[in-house]
């Protein structure tokens, strides 16, 4: 079993910077791959990055490629989600998960976090 706690949430302006960290308890996502995802109100849950734990192979969704960077730190088995040049359209409920393999769709991923709220203003 993995567990997965979100952390870093909150409200920005509008071109400002967040990072959101994820935390992994359990076991080792040694074998894993983290992905985030992102719901906004009335929206389904979408892909934003992912992040391969062993070899640290990373993929964007293209609408926030070029702003956001995954990472993750193996010694303290968490994952990292820095945003910047944050928009507007950009606020919703980010979510980090694992899963066993690369995928962008949900179901992929077998673990999930509670969630994090991320309000960008304008």
């Known amino acids: 079993q993995v567990q997965l706690v979100e952390s870093g949430g909150g409200l920005v302006q509008a071109g400002g910077p967040l990072r959101l960290s994820c935390a992994a308890s359990?076991?080792?996502?040694?074998?894993?791959?983290m992905g985030w995802f992102r719901q906004a109100p009335g929206k389904e849950r979408k892909f934003v990055a992912y992040i391969t734990w062993s070899a640290g192979n990373t993929a964007y969704s293209d609408s926030v490629k070029g702003r956001f960077t995954i990472s993750r730190d193996n010694a303290k088995n968490t994952g990292y989600l820095q945003m910047n040049s944050l928009k507007p359209e950009d606020t919703a409920v980010y979510y980090c998960?694992?899963?066993?393999?690369?995928?962008?769709?949900?179901?992929?991923?077998?673990?999930w976090g509670q969630g994090t709220q991320v309000t960008v203003s304008s």
């Open positions: 359990g076991r080792s996502l040694r074998t894993y791959v």
């Open positions: 998960a694992a899963g066993a393999n690369i995928a962008s769709v949900t179901d992929r991923y077998g673990y």
